[in-house]
T-cell receptor, first 117, second 111 residues
């Protein structure tokens, strides 16, 4: 199946710093990518939908100025957590929309674990 | 009310048992139904998807959808310790629409 990578896989930062997470579709082009956040023992919560060449669409309650999303190419979307605080510590997962066997499937990246001290 | 309800478990079964995982959903617009498996500290991987009501089988896994009652199930036959993971049901209205996930059921298969 299609492969989606994320970088870094793990990051620890100090409170107040900004962190950038990259999501790449390695062997297919993705016009749409999604960013999720998953707290321990909870499900994935959609943060935003990222469309190549246009502004991201954020879910209700997600601060667009805090979570900056850039989808500059058909294979790369980035999520920047600005002025990170301990409550932003979470598992961030991206997915990219592609087609497999005629079905529009979301292929998930391996996730990035962010810890803010 | 959450759009997708799923019992979080945990569910513990002996090796070889048949596992039944279930979800209910509330939005009639949902047309595609998926089951994802997520190992600890990893991203979810798609196990099965289905569009219509009825059963879909893939090896030891069977996905079942009943649109009339808005009920979806995943059955795992001859469960193995390697099946131990969190299983998330998910659904969307199709195409490039966003996916809504259940909370996930943590499964442990004991050797």
């Amino acid at each position: 199946g299609a492969v989606v990578s994320q970088h870094p896989s793990r990051v620890i930062c100090k409170s107040g710093t900004s962190v950038k997470i990259e999501c790449r579709s390695l062997d297919f082009q993705a016009t749409t990518m999604f960013w999720y956040r998953q707290f321990p023992k909870q499900s994935l919560m959609l943060m935003a939908t990222s469309n190549e060449g246009s502004k991201a669409t954020y879910e209700q309650g997600v601060e667009k100025d805090k979570f900056l999303i850039n989808h500059a190419s058909l294979t790369l979307s980035t999520l920047t957590v600005t002025s990170a605080h301990p409550e932003d510590s979470s598992f961030y997962i991206c997915s990219a929309h592609g087609t497999s066997g005629g079905y529009n499937e979301q292929f998930f990246g391996p996730g990035t674990r962010l810890t803010v001290l | 009310q959450k759009e997708v309800e799923q019992d979080p478990g945990p569910l513990s079964v002996p090796e070889g048992a048949i596992v039944s995982l279930n979800c209910t959903y509330s939005n009639s617009a949902f047309q595609y139904f998926m089951w994802y498996r997520q190992y600890s500290r990893k991203g979810p991987e798609l196990l099965m998807y289905t569009y219509s009501s009825g059963n879909k089988e893939d090896g030891r896994f069977t996905a079942q959808v009943d649109k009339s009652s808005k009920y979806i199930s995943l059955f795992i036959r001859d469960s193995q310790p390697s099946d131990s993971a969190t299983y998330l049901c998910a659904t969307n209205s199709g195409g490039y629409q966003k996916v809504t996930f259940g909370t996930g059921t943590k499964l442990q298969v004991i050797p």
